[in-house]
């Protein structure tokens, strides 16, 4: 992945004027992204990426906002709460065969959305990766390629391990050959 350009410029040339480097204000930017260590943040941090674009004020809420995603080809996660609600559905009722839904396969979404949180940051997978594979998942069962369903939140991780990892995997190497896997949802 690479770093936004916008986001590069910003901290380059703003840098300068708060004596820091342009990867210590991209380190600052990093932290802010982050709702845990965003309140770590002193007010002079908040204040230099302020100054250089990296946030901005969104009068609604009161809150600073980011500026720029920090990956090329990203979008802002507003609503990463949506993109949960969208990860689960694919676990429902409606989507899985009779045979494999049950209880509890949605997983529970606070469970979901912390694994996916740490999931993307470490794998640096985005949201398309992950529904992707997903759907290619569920698309799998639908087949009766697998006969084994993972709980939504099971399939992220599990004791170290990753169903989702395994698939986004698998999905870039063997795409399906039908190039719109959403029909069979």
Known sequence: MKINSEVLQKATYNSQFFMITAWEMIGLYVMFLDPETRQTLTDQNKNRLRFSGLIVPNYETDEDEPAFPLFEGEDL???FDG?????????SKNTLPQWAYRSGVMGDKKMVAKKLKAFMKTDRASKADVL?????YIQSIQQGHIK????ADNFISKNGRSALRAMIEEFHTNPPTNDDITTVL
């Open 77 to 79: 996660d507003t609503d």
């Open 83 to 91: 993109f949960v609600d969208e990860y689960r559905k694919l676990f």
């Open 148 to 151: 084994y369903v993972h709980d």
């Open 132 to 136: 992707n594979a997903t759907k290619y």
